[in-house]
């Protein structure tokens, strides 16, 4: 009998407010009918109908908040308190038959909106297709939300109309009293999840207010103020005492990981010392900034025609175009030998290039700090990682200029300076973005082919018969696990420490990046949960790494957490996201390894192959053995190197995915 | 305690800070009685019965209501009564027949042959619409609603005031009739004394937040009664009585109310002011209700 009085109740609520369903429908046909008049007057425009379905469903929430605003309010309003309270039914009952009738009338409203707003998206355009979306994803629960919202703001005044005011008001005190549970859905969920539980928690708290402001309201017969502020005080303490609890553990935690790190073998240190004066001279920062003016004033230098002494076609290019980029430039564009000699005497003998590149090689070898810029200056970020970039390719063109003139060991000293700046662009990258853009930035082919693409003269055999003895010392792919030692404690940093206010005013090549009073705000008070507890899993999983370094074992893959490794936790964990691309480089790190330096050796075989020959040959075996002993591991009938003549060229590649696994998934072009 | 349908012990309920509405009550309704509370406007009658409900939580004291306590088990007072509120509002868009679908869900009990006969008698059909119904109509079907449940006890809150006479009087003989029929125990809030009189077999008055008593109705008129005293000359300045509720002097005459009229009284009078003529006069409930809370 008892469950027939819920029947009876929500048939009574659907029944009174059947009007809505009547005035949703109407409102929709109404659009569809202006949306046909003006599809029939001007027909050319296509959106009518789109235009219309979007404000048909713009007027759901309105319905929803006047549904929400008198489903309660109406017992105290037409005075049928009394009459529906004397039933013997429960007063949590009422409270539940009426919630649930409002959310079928929602369901309802919603469906028929949906289905007349879709077909008047498409008239006049049959190509149109309603987009489901909204009604599929957490957006939905916000008319929801608006819903009980607006159920508690009518309990609270009693009144329809004001209520619908009132209502979004509401939502202040609510995120004040809520925030902490909202940062330990961002410390427990990943970040598909928060929003839609972000949203279901304002929902409970505000079914469970609105029932308790319910219950006020029939029993006492008094304004439910103060047993709601009385609510509110003990979530809110509630809520901050948990808050508490998981900042205090997820220190500790972060406390622990940082220990355990800091044994594996990440030196913290590096980062204290940025922050102390350290002497110029030890500074790479200073040093590169030096290398920056210095750049600006070759720029200035080389904005002439001396060199050159161009053409008509290219008029508009200068000499430090050609300089800077001779390493394709001489290839895509035709330039006499005269001009290039030219060029290369400038890029090996000028007086400024000489010491910019020197600079860079000083700068690279210091210990400290590679960055020179503060970290929240990306204006002065930008600029810097720029310039390096420009120094890359200048150096770049200097390792070109000086393997064509055969000069192997300056050559090889070029591109080991060329590594090196590649570092200090990697970790700039890193310090800035997620280390695997880092990782990406060191560009292999480049360098080799910096190196290699020389002439196909015969003139050039000792020089490449030199490089080849010192190939096997080629192993400069070593690198990514030094950015990667390097960079975790970088990304810490800045990532936590920086965040959690650290900051030294005297030293301007550091800088915390944070004002100090938001970052408290922000960080210790706000977010530390979430943070902390990312930056020990950060540490951690780092120190696994790191570990399986130091033993130099091939790391399986099943040894890190599943959801590591999983696309989930990509998003709302960015320290994952840092470390995510050093899995799959230093799972195949050996394979990796030498799959370059065989892709180096067999690159300068060939080229020695088409000097003897005429040109390259058909497969690697011709190579055997008269330029090569015998073949590298990662060819022949393993078949993981893939080698095609492409023109006057060729290019080795790793080629299939199967090969994409051993890491190295990039590609040798030459041209010529 | 068996007995009772309704007790209540020291119930008091204020508003706000200073309005004290009903202040500190014993009531004690028999079963199978037919109990008129009568009080004037504001008298706190409303405030009780609301707590006698459960729609209003007291401040202080105890209540039982058909056994049980209607602020900690309201299911179980609601089922077993049958209550019509003072300008009781129900739903104007249903009509009769809906909303007696609508009330019969919440009961386990319910009368359908008393439904018909009382809106046959009532003449009402069910296919009326709740707001075209006169107030009159609309009162009857509120009874109609409290007795087809089929209650142990029947709350009424004044549910005749503002009918006019010839509605009320119809309505008043039908609850008379249905209440012969049946013997429940019914409690009769009014403040309309005249047309309860018939009804009632105990009365309680209640002024300014107290009962000022709480009997049943022969036990009230043998208690109170009217004195006609008649002097030769002038009525003695210092004429007093013990219980006196009312004085009324004109001339050589004086009317006297006494609430505790016992024979012994009028030898008492006699010798003590030697009166011309003493007479006991028996009055009625409403001249008994004007003088205790006139």
Redesign the interface.
């Known amino acids: 009998?008892r469950t027939?009085?819920m029947?009876?109740l929500i048939?009574?609520e659907l029944r009174?407010y059947r009007m809505f369903i009547v005035a949703a429908v109407m409102i929709l046909i109404f659009f569809k009918i202006v949306c046909v008049i003006f599809w029939k007057i001007y027909p050319v425009h296509p959106d009518y109908g789109m235009y219309f379905s979007v404000t048909g469903w713009a007027l759901l929430p309105l319905l929803f908040s006047f549904i929400g605003s008198m489903t309660f309010t109406s017992e105290f309003q037409?005075?049928?308190k009394?009459?529906l309270?004397?039933?013997?039914?429960?007063?949590s009952k009422i409270f539940i038959g009426k919630y649930i009738s409002g959310l079928i009338l929602l369901i309802i409203l919603s469906i028929i909106s949906f289905l007349l707003a879709g077909d008047i998206a498409g008239t006049g355009n049959k190509n149109i297709f309603w987009d489901y979306g909204p009604i599929t994803t957490y957006p939905v629960l916000l008319p929801v939300l608006t819903y009980n919202l607006i159920i508690l703001a009518s309990l609270m005044v009693r009144q329809s109309l004001p209520s619908i005011f009132l209502a979004p008001l509401l939502l202040i005190p609510e995120t004040v009293i809520i925030c902490p549970f909202m940062i330990c859905i961002y410390y427990y969920c990943s970040l598909e999840l928060v929003l839609p539980l972000i949203a279901l928690l304002f929902i409970v708290l505000n079914v469970a207010l609105s029932y308790l402001a319910w219950q006020k309201a029939?029993?006492?017969?008094i304004k439910p103020w103060k047993i709601l502020a009385k609510t509110c005080a003990v979530v809110f303490v509630l809520a901050w005492t948990f808050h508490v609890m998981i900042s205090i553990q997820s220190q500790l935690q972060v406390n622990y990981a940082k220990a355990k790190a800091e044994k594996a073998g990440f030196d913290f240190n590096i980062i204290n010392k940025m922050c102390e004066n350290v002497p110029d001279e030890q500074n790479s920062a200073v040093v590169y900034r030096e290398a920056r003016r210095k750049l600006e004033s070759i720029k200035t230098k080389f904005k002439t025609n001396d060199v050159i002494k161009k053409s008509e076609e290219h008029k508009d290019w200068t000499d430090w175009d050609y300089i800077c980029s001779y390493h394709y430039k001489c290839e895509t564009v035709k330039l006499t030998d005269d001009q290039m000699a030219r060029i290369r005497k400038v890029l090996i003998d000028d007086e400024d290039i000489v010491k910019l590149w020197s600079l860079i090689k000083k700068g690279s070898d210091l210990e400290y700090y590679r960055l020179g810029v503060k970290s929240n200056d990306y204006n002065a970020f930008t600029e810097h990682w720029v310039d390096l970039r420009w120094i890359m390719s200048l150096i770049e063109s200097r390792t070109a200029a000086l393997a064509e003139e055969g000069r192997v060991e300056e050559a090889l000293a070029s591109a080991d300076v060329e590594f090196k700046i590649m570092h200090s662009y990697a970790q700039l990258t890193a310090y800035f973005y997620p280390t695997h853009y880092a990782i990406s930035s060191y560009s292999y082919d480049k360098i080799i082919k910096s190196l290699l693409n020389v002439p196909l003269d015969p003139a050039m055999l000792p020089y490449l018969r030199k490089l080849m003895l010192q190939s096997e010392g080629f192993k400069r792919i070593d690198f990514t696990e030094q950015i990667f030692i390097d960079s975790v404690p970088m990304v810490y940093v800045h990532y936590y420490e920086n965040m959690m206010v650290r900051s030294n005013p005297k030293d301007d090549s550091y800088d915390s990046g944070f004002d100090p009073k938001s970052a408290v705000l922000y960080t210790n008070f706000i977010m530390s949960p979430y943070l902390k507890k990312d930056t020990a899993s950060f540490l951690l999983k780092s120190t696994m790494i790191m570990e399986d370094l130091k033993t130099n074992k091939p790391l399986p893959r099943i040894q890190y957490p599943r959801d590591f490794l999983n696309g989930k936790i990509f998003m709302n964990n960015y320290f994952s996201y840092a470390l995510y691309d050093y899995l799959y480089e230093f799972e195949y790190r050996d394979a990796t390894k030498a799959v370059v330096s065989d892709m180096f050796k067999l690159s300068i075989a060939l080229k020695i192959f088409k000097i003897q020959h005429g040109k390259y040959p058909e497969k690697f075996e011709q190579l055997v053995p008269d330029i090569i002993p015998k073949l590298p591991a990662y060819t022949g009938d393993k078949g993981k190197l893939q080698y095609k003549i492409i023109g006057n060229g060729f290019s080795i590649s790793t080629g299939n995915q199967k090969s994409y696994r051993l890491g190295y998934n990039k590609e040798i072009y030459m041209d010529r | 305690m068996n007995n009772l349908a309704i007790s209540t012990q020291g119930l008091k309920k204020k508003y706000g800070w200073k309005k004290e509405a009903v202040k500190g009550i014993d009531l004690q309704v028999p079963k199978g009685s037919v109990y008129v509370f009568l009080g004037r406007n504001g008298a706190g009658k409303t405030t009780t019965i609301?707590m006698l409900?459960?729609?209003?939580?007291r401040d202080f004291g105890s209540i039982e209501v058909m056994g049980f306590d209607p602020?900690k088990d309201?299911?179980?007072v609601?089922?077993r009564?049958g209550?019509v509120?003072e300008?009781?509002?129900?739903?104007?868009?249903?009509t009769i027949g809906e909303l007696i679908?609508?009330?019969k869900?919440?009961?386990?009990k319910w009368d359908d042959k008393l439904v018909d006969s009382l809106l046959s008698r009532f003449k009402l059909t069910k296919d009326l619409k709740l707001k075209n119904l006169s107030r009159g109509m609309y009162a009857q079907v509120a009874l109609i609603l409290a007795l087809c449940q089929d209650p142990e006890l029947v709350i009424l809150d004044d549910p005749i005031s503002g009918l006019d006479p010839v509605v009320r009087r119809e309505f008043m003989e039908s609850i008379i009739e249905i209440l012969h029929e049946r013997e429940r125990t019914v409690f009769f809030s009014t403040h309309i004394v005249n047309e309860v009189e018939k009804l009632a077999d105990h009365v309680g008055i209640m002024h300014d937040g107290n009962l000022l008593s709480s009997m049943p109705i022969d036990e009230l008129k043998n208690n109170v009664k009217r004195l006609r005293l008649i002097f030769e000359d002038k009525v003695p300045e210092d004429l007093s009585v013990a219980g006196m509720l009312k004085k009324e002097s004109s001339g050589h005459e004086v009317l006297v109310t006494v609430k505790d009229f016992r024979k012994e009284l009028m030898d008492e009078i006699t010798n003590k002011y030697r009166p011309k003529v003493a007479e006991v006069q028996t009055l009625t409930l409403e001249d008994i209700f004007i003088a205790m809370v006139g």
């Open positions: 009998m027939i009085g029947k009876a048939w009574k009174e037409q005075n049928t009394a009459f309270l004397t039933k013997p039914f429960n007063t029939v029993a006492k017969d | 609301k409900m459960g729609l209003l939580a602020e309201p299911v179980s609601r089922s009564v209550y509120a300008n009781q509002k129900m739903y104007d868009w249903m679908w609508f009330d869900s919440f009961y386990q």
